[in-house]
């Protein structure tokens, strides 16, 4: 199979030799494309339904990638479904992230001249969109009632992991395409685009199948362990097969409710968490570790994912970072003082990475090899970057974080 990042980014042989110095995570991020819209057995998450969301996810961005899963879209739905999910996507194109509590809906949720020309969508895939715009521009947003509004569209707790998944995978892999696009000397056109109108505040109730924890949310960015609580019932540790534990890597993940969670799609959390091992544990070249895990926490920050932030601000410090530059970042936010150029230019791009429409480009592009960073940091600076737009769109919508009795 043609790699698919490579294709979709139009690398340079030079660029795709980089690729090559991180090998898991290029192969995983195929084998995660595979397992999501490609899987040998979709189940009850059709191929035209993930075909139909990949393509509004990446319409919904600005990507250019949107026509080649449009293309995929086409061969697998009816022509009324391909023109619903254009309009659609037309509609829902936006700018992020933000946080309000105000969301977009589609299809039959719709009135008037929306839901005429996005009708063909039916209930499942008009609720599947509005998760999938909440995941892409607003994650901080989502909740147990967000979830009972898919499980009441027909979505099993398996397929709302999948279809979590496929929409924050693309979250992950849109970005790398656009940042070895820049990388490669070309110019990836940026939208100029506005917050989508028209948003609501939907009557979403949580339903007998979602969880509502008893947990304590924190307030502020912390510097310290926190734990995580599903929304989303996790697989039960008796229905586990050998698939099941061989996708966890480490057999005592089993006791995590999170990774038991994301083990009901087990091809996709397996690809998924070699991809992000390669790219923060191989630092064969390129980036230090501890850069890496800033650009993680610079995301984290700006993407409001509290669990995510305490957990790799810990690991930045460790690898070398300033424990006081560290703690500036938490608690003043993306725009703090990092106390160096170097650093300031990591955050920046993170920053370009993490917003929608993408906004990394030449000129910051230029900035950072005028600054010493080679070609391989810098694809390590987008890997870590795009990385954690998919890990924090899973840990913001799936579940929340919780303050451990001690720190409470």
């Not at 139909?52 to 009324?80: G, M, R, V």
């Not at 996507?89 to 001249?113: C, H, I, K, M």
């Not at 929304?231 to 039960?236: I, T």
């Not at 993680?296 to 424990?323: D, I, L, M, P, W």
Request: net charge negative; proline share 5%.
């Amino acid at each position: 199979m043609v790699d698919i990042i490579n294709e979709l980014s139009g690398a340079s042989q030079e660029v795709q030799r980089l690729r090559t110095a991180r090998p898991q995570a290029q192969d995983n991020a195929q084998l995660s494309f595979s397992a999501l819209l490609e899987p040998e057995d979709p189940d009850t998450f059709s191929y035209a339904e993930r075909y139909a969301i990949a393509a509004f996810t990446a319409a919904i961005n600005h990507a250019p990638a949107a026509e080649f899963y449009f293309d995929l879209l086409s061969d697998e739905a009816s022509e009324p479904l391909v023109a619903a999910i254009r309009a659609a996507a037309r509609r829902g194109a936006s700018t992020g992230p933000y946080q309000d509590a105000v969301f977009l809906v589609f299809g039959e949720n719709t009135t008037g001249e929306a839901q005429d020309s996005e009708g063909a969508l039916g209930k499942r895939l008009s609720a599947a969109c509005e998760w999938a715009h909440l995941l892409t521009f607003h994650p901080k947003d989502a909740s147990p009632q967000a979830l009972g509004h898919l499980d009441a569209a027909g979505w099993s707790a398996t397929d709302i992991v999948s279809l979590s998944q496929l929409v924050s995978f693309l979250a992950f892999q849109l970005r790398v395409a656009h940042g070895l696009s820049v990388l490669s000397g070309q110019a990836p056109t940026v939208s100029e685009a506005r917050r989508a109108t028209g948003g609501v505040q939907p009557d979403w109730e949580a339903t007998e199948n979602t969880l509502q924890p008893d947990g304590v949310i924190p307030d502020h960015f912390v510097n310290h362990s926190l734990g995580w609580l599903p929304w989303v019932a996790p697989l039960p540790k008796e229905d586990f097969t050998p698939a099941h534990m061989d996708a966890l890597i480490k057999p005592e993940r089993i006791d995590s409710e999170y990774f038991r969670l994301l083990a009901r799609d087990p091809a996709a959390l397996k690809a998924r968490t070699l991809t992000d091992l390669d790219i923060f544990y191989n630092t064969e070249g390129g980036l230090s570790r501890a850069d890496r895990e800033l650009a993680a926490t610079v995301v984290s920050r700006f993407n409001g994912c509290v669990y995510c932030a305490s957990v790799h601000q810990a690991r930045c410090v460790k690898e070398g970072g300033e424990r006081e530059i560290v703690d500036r970042l938490l608690a003043e936010g993306i725009t703090a003082d990092l106390g160096s150029q170097e650093w300031d230019l990591i955050r920046r791009a993170a920053l370009a990475l993490t917003s929608s429409p993408i906004n990394f480009d030449a000129e910051l592009c230029a900035e950072l090899r005028d600054s010493g960073f080679d070609d391989q940091s810098i694809v390590d600076i987008i890997y870590a970057s795009s990385f954690f737009n998919w890990a924090n769109r899973l840990m913001l919508t799936l579940g929340q974080a919780n303050v451990p009795e001690r720190y409470r």
